[in-house]
């Protein structure tokens, strides 16, 4: 599948709905927010659909058409940074109804569910993408798109610092902040601050950490109690593991925690070096994601949930 098919289906849509995986994250509301500028200058009538506002992210919606469910029914479907079907909660029954289906996305455990997939495991993000299809189609940059990519390209690369960095991406970030706003601003909010409650959480998984079956691999969690003590919202809790990783020593780190107020559902997040392929890992309880980083939903209680990780980390290992 290339661009200028999906773009044709684009150019012919009528109605647009525009969505990506559960607890979207930069990358995914940048990319869709960038794909809504796009449907925009093609004149077509398009919905971001945001399963929820994020306060870290709310300034790339300014002048964006979204909204957090649909009372009419669309004929296109564009799943950006979407795995499988599975990760669109919720809105897979617009999905479903859709006559037209993209998918774009770099996840490698992508399962291209939809009529048109442009998949690249390559990439360095779902936005460096868009960033590509733009291009494509000869799509004028404006701020708002050049600020959502950076965005995605940021987030998702961790500053510029994961693997998946390429020359392709830094070029695009070349052309981006040559455009009108404050990226280096952007930098320091996304990657560098962190509110007082994700200190405190980050404290409490340190404390909880313990080492696995091998010297690099650890587990850790927090508990409903803990973010209730540090008046912690969600978004506090999502730069906790990427926290972890950084602790000297840290080749591989599952950390697990409360997903909403739901005590027998928690979230599973790992990160990894190489030649620990977390991805795959995660595939084993219908969660996916990246080599060095994915994630996946487990039903149980908190201790189940741990032993079941761990035991399924260590034999994962040794096979």
Do not use: W
């Given at each position: 599948?290339?661009?200028?098919?999906?773009?044709?289906?684009?150019?012919?849509?009528?109605?647009?709905?525009?969505?990506?995986?559960?607890?979207?994250?930069?990358?995914?509301?940048?990319?869709?927010?960038?794909?809504?500028?796009?449907?925009?200058?093609?004149?077509?009538?398009?919905?971001?659909?945001?399963?929820?506002?994020?306060?870290?992210?709310?300034?790339?919606?300014?002048?964006?058409?979204?909204?957090?469910?649909?009372?009419?029914?669309?004929?296109?479907?564009?799943?950006?940074?979407?795995?499988?079907?599975?990760?669109?909660?919720?809105?897979?029954?617009?999905?479903?109804?859709?006559?037209?289906?993209?998918?774009?996305?770099?996840?490698?455990?992508?399962?291209?569910?939809?009529?048109?997939?442009?998949?690249?495991?390559e990439?360095?993000?779902?936005?460096?993408?868009?960033?590509?299809?733009?291009?494509?189609?000869?799509?004028?940059?404006n701020?708002?798109?050049?600020?959502?990519?950076?965005?995605?390209?940021?987030?998702?690369?961790?500053?510029?610092?994961?693997?998946?960095?390429?020359?392709?991406?830094?070029?695009?970030?070349?052309?981006l902040?040559?455009?009108?706003?404050?990226?280096?601003?952007?930098?320091?909010?996304?990657?560098?601050?962190?509110?007082?409650?994700?200190?405190k959480?980050?404290?409490?998984?340190?404390?909880?950490?313990?080492?696995?079956?091998?010297?690099?691999?650890?587990?850790?969690?927090?508990?409903?109690?803990?973010?209730?003590?540090?008046?912690?919202?969600?978004?506090?809790?999502?730069?906790?593991?990427?926290?972890?990783?950084?602790?000297?020593?840290?080749?591989?780190?599952?950390?697990?925690?409360?997903?909403?107020?739901?005590?027998?559902?928690y979230?599973?997040?790992?990160?990894?070096?190489?030649?620990?392929?977390?991805?795959?890992?995660?595939?084993?309880?219908?969660?996916?994601?990246?080599?060095?980083?994915?994630?996946?939903?487990l039903?149980?209680?908190?201790?189940?949930?741990?032993?079941?990780?761990?035991?399924?980390t260590?034999?994962?290992?040794?096979?």
């Amino acid at each position: 599948m290339n661009f200028k098919a999906i773009l044709e289906v684009i150019k012919n849509a009528n109605s647009i709905v525009i969505s990506a995986h559960t607890n979207p994250d930069g990358d995914a509301i940048g990319a869709m927010v960038a794909m809504g500028h796009l449907c925009a200058y093609y004149k077509k009538s398009y919905t971001v659909l945001l399963e929820q506002s994020s306060k870290a992210f709310s300034y790339l919606l300014k002048g964006c058409h979204y909204a957090f469910d649909l009372k009419d029914t669309v004929d296109t479907f564009i799943a950006l940074d979407c795995g499988n079907l599975e990760r669109l909660v919720g809105y897979d029954a617009y999905f479903d109804k859709a006559q037209h289906t993209i998918n774009i996305d770099h996840h490698i455990s992508n399962t291209k569910f939809a009529q048109y997939n442009y998949v690249d495991a390559e990439a360095s993000s779902t936005s460096e993408l868009i960033y590509r299809l733009i291009k494509e189609g000869n799509i004028p940059v404006n701020v708002e798109i050049a600020k959502a990519l950076y965005t995605g390209l940021l987030t998702d690369t961790g500053g510029f610092r994961h693997s998946c960095t390429c020359p392709s991406t830094l070029l695009a970030v070349a052309e981006l902040i040559q455009f009108p706003f404050n990226f280096s601003e952007l930098y320091e909010k996304i990657l560098c601050e962190k509110s007082l409650a994700t200190a405190k959480l980050q404290a409490k998984a340190v404390e909880h950490m313990k080492q696995m079956n091998k010297p690099g691999m650890y587990l850790s969690y927090i508990t409903s109690e803990d973010i209730a003590r540090s008046e912690a919202s969600k978004e506090d809790i999502d730069g906790v593991v990427s926290y972890l990783k950084t602790i000297k020593g840290t080749e591989l780190i599952a950390f697990i925690y409360p997903k909403g107020t739901d005590s027998q559902t928690y979230k599973l997040s790992m990160r990894s070096n190489p030649p620990f392929n977390v991805a795959a890992f995660c595939e084993q309880f219908n969660g996916g994601g990246h080599e060095r980083a994915a994630g996946a939903t487990l039903e149980g209680t908190l201790e189940e949930v741990l032993k079941h990780v761990q035991d399924a980390t260590c034999a994962f290992m040794e096979s």
